[in-house]
């Protein structure tokens, strides 16, 4: 693992040493976990915005495909968690590259942005970080993942307006 990695991951960790860093830390975890966050917020915007219900479920769509795909290619990398930290939150699985909760965050902050919900990007932003936060994904994990959901979400951006050609 790269040095550059490890110490980052090492600052950050320590910053959850403040109980409300570490508190709101997990909870993001927790509310970021399978995606569920952004899941629900997707479900939300198609409830109360009828007229774009289908755009919504759409982008919906290509959150959950993003963080599937982040969770095949976890499957594959194989790549161990950071075991220099004591992690403040357990995790589904052991695996760590590519981050599936910045995969999903940032598919929602680009595809739920693009339905002018700019909210959102802040809160995805808050996501990635307290990734590291936690101690359970390097830098590079966040990066990978944020930049899969947001590969994921630009290239269903067609698909997700509605349009054909």
Known sequence: M????????????ARGADPRVAAA???????????ALWLAAGLVGAAADGPRRGAWL?????????????????RVV?????????????????????????????????????LGTYGIRPLAAAMCVSRLVVGVHYPSD?????ALGALTARLGA????GRRS
Do not use: C, N, Y
């Open 2 to 13: 790269d040095d550059m990695d490890q110490r980052i991951v090492s600052a950050l960790r």
């Open 78 to 114: 194989r790549r161990a968690r950071p075991a220099h930290v004591e992690p403040l939150v357990r995790t589904a699985g052991r695996h760590s590259f590519p981050s599936s909760h910045a995969a999903s965050a940032t598919a929602a902050a680009v595809a739920f942005g693009a």
């Open 142 to 146: 966040v990066a990978a993942g944020a």
């Open 158 to 161: 067609r698909w997700m307006s």
């Open 58 to 74: 759409r982008g919906t769509a290509l959150v959950a495909g993003a963080h599937l795909t982040s969770m095949a290619v976890k």
């Open 25 to 35: 830390a997990r909870g993001l975890s927790l509310a970021g976990e399978h995606g």
